[in-house]
């Protein structure tokens, strides 16, 4: 195999592929600093225009930043919709919509200046009336929110004038203006929802203020974003705007991306840039990333509501045995946390509990719990998410090791979200991103009811009284010592089994210059895109 490798000035770690058959290298590249920027590093002499065609896999189920949970819809909303920060991929919260901020000695308030100059897509200037009340909407779990519980710590936000926000706190909340991005919700005009139709009317154009704005979604075949021309950037995007087509799976995408008819791919199955290595003209690029794939144990489901059938599946697992049937070696085993956070924040992997494959003790608890007679459970996978078929029949496997026989149910996005939603997610694969902080990771996922979502229906007491900690502790230290103890538990008695961090694999066409992809998997990189001429 010849291979180059090297951190260029984006710090992504970039691939020369040639007439490789496998492509095995493994890797710890540093999320890229983009000081040169938000989004991503300002070109020298970007070339202005064009239209890039970009493929999907995985079709939104909508594109309101408000009510829809899948990351699927905020890969592509993120350019559409903003925040008063940016999630930048160093782990802090660059100001975006806001302009500068102070926070009071104990922490309480935060007194944020509201960017000047910005206009939403609608033309309207915004103004710090708008940022309170798409705050506000946010966190009113009556609005339906999925993001509310990041946003339950606040008591008040108001506009103290047109450039000023004032943000009030119960405790508190070193995350806070990380929590104040836009992967849920965004700032969008003053009175929005006051429109009952406003949820829908988001799937046929977009109210933000983000660098393009929705031209028309079709579902099952195309999405199309075009230049905000009245973008508060000046000079950005360099793109006249991006056409996404939806594609029905990876085979049809490598198809594309070889006739020329997608200029970028992110590959949902890393291990397909096999079927594109070596094609003249494209050049495929591997990135850190902040996801994770994981299994969820619901509590709400029998029989995993006894921990110690949730314990014996967790001691059955060989997580580098399905990483390698659903990714082969492009991404990284996980103890805890995504990969991008475990050097920070993660429990030490020698130190988590409860790791397999350990088949005889897997088989002792669920002696323990009555069941030496086996038993059977649905597992659910999600259609579009090509990882998970692969990863399915390894699971059935490892799992009838120890008596436990997987029926396998496919579903599409949507029903999995509703399920997601309502807290019935039962014997699941997740595939999900986080920002780069573990409060954020863990605290609306995991901490009981009302104050958390508790999606998995733990209930743990003891390991919510941690969270609650964490997120008000300012110290990164101490910060440490709460998130350790609060990892501890959580592999300790299993509520999800985090699996693996798959690299973020990129294809594009040698005209496609200057696109990074953040490591969320978030579409950002594209406000900084261009074509070369």
Do not use: C
Not at 141 to 149: I, K, L, Q
Not at 191 to 210: I, K, P, W
Not at 523 to 528: E, K
Request: proline fraction near 6%; aromatic fraction near 8%; charge should be negative.
């Amino acid at each position: 195999m010849s291979f180059s490798r090297m951190l260029d000035r984006k710090g992504a770690l970039r691939i020369s592929l040639m007439g490789a058959a496998v492509l095995g290298l493994l890797h710890s590249a540093p999320a890229s600093a983009q000081s040169e920027g938000l989004y991503g590093p300002v070109a020298d002499n970007a070339v202005m225009g064009g239209r890039l065609n970009m493929g999907l896999l995985v079709e939104p189920p909508g594109l309101d930043p408000f009510h829809q949970a899948a990351d699927a819809r905020i890969r592509v909303s993120v350019l559409m919709y903003q925040g008063l920060f940016y999630e930048a991929p160093s782990g802090t919260a660059e100001p975006l919509l806001a302009e500068s901020y102070e926070v009071s000695d104990d922490g309480l308030t935060y007194t944020i200046k509201v960017r000047q100059g910005v206009k939403f897509h609608t033309g309207a200037d915004m103004t710090a009336e708008d940022v309170a009340y798409s705050y506000n909407y946010i966190r009113d779990p009556e609005n339906g929110s999925p993001g509310a519980g990041d946003f339950a710590i606040i008591t008040d936000i108001t506009a103290v004038d047109a450039t000023t926000v004032e943000i009030k706190l119960s405790t508190p909340n070193a995350s806070l203006p990380m929590t104040l991005g836009n992967k849920y919700g965004a700032v969008v005009p003053a009175g929005t929802f006051d429109d009952e139709n406003a949820r829908n009317l988001m799937n046929a154009q977009s109210v933000g203020t983000g660098p393009f704005k929705l031209a028309e979604f079709v579902p099952n075949s195309h999405i199309v974003l075009d230049k905000n021309e009245e973008y508060w950037e000046q000079g950005m995007p360099y793109l006249d705007g991006v056409d996404f087509a939806i594609l029905p799976n990876s085979a049809s995408m490598l198809v594309a991306l070889r006739n020329q008819r997608v200029d970028l791919v992110a590959l949902s199955r890393p291990q397909d840039v096999q079927q594109v290595e070596g094609v003249e003209g494209l050049e495929i690029e591997r990135w850190p990333s902040l996801g994770q794939a994981s299994i969820d144990l619901g509590s709400e489901t029998k029989p995993l509501d006894d921990v110690r059938v949730r314990q014996a599946i967790s001691l059955a697992v060989d997580k580098s045995e399905v990483m390698q049937a659903s990714i082969g070696d492009f991404g990284t085993v996980l103890g805890t946390v995504p990969a991008g956070l475990q050097e920070q924040w993660g429990l030490p992997l020698d130190q988590v509990p409860m790791q397999g494959p350990d088949n005889e003790k897997a088989k002792a608890l669920l002696a323990e719990a009555g069941m030496t007679d086996g038993v059977t459970m649905t597992l659910t996978t999600i259609n579009g998410y090509d990882w998970m078929d692969a990863a399915a029949v390894t699971l059935r496997e490892q799992l009838g090791e120890i008596g436990v026989t997987l029926d396998i149910q496919k579903v599409d996005l949507g029903v999995w979200i509703n399920n997601f939603r309502s807290s019935q997610m039962g014997f699941t694969f997740n595939d999900w991103a986080t920002q780069p902080d573990p409060n954020l990771l863990f605290y609306r996922h995991f901490h009981k009811k009302p104050e958390g979502a508790d999606f998995r229906n733990w209930a743990n007491d003891e390991a919510s009284a941690l969270l609650d900690e964490g997120r008000a502790e300012a110290d990164p230290a101490k910060r440490r010592e709460i998130y350790n103890e609060f990892q501890t538990i959580l592999a300790e008695t299993v509520p999800t089994i985090m699996l693996f961090s798959p690299d973020h694999i990129t294809v594009r066409s040698a005209r496609v210059q200057n696109y990074v992809q953040h490591p969320t998997g978030w579409y950002y990189g594209l406000a900084r895109t261009y074509l070369s001429e």
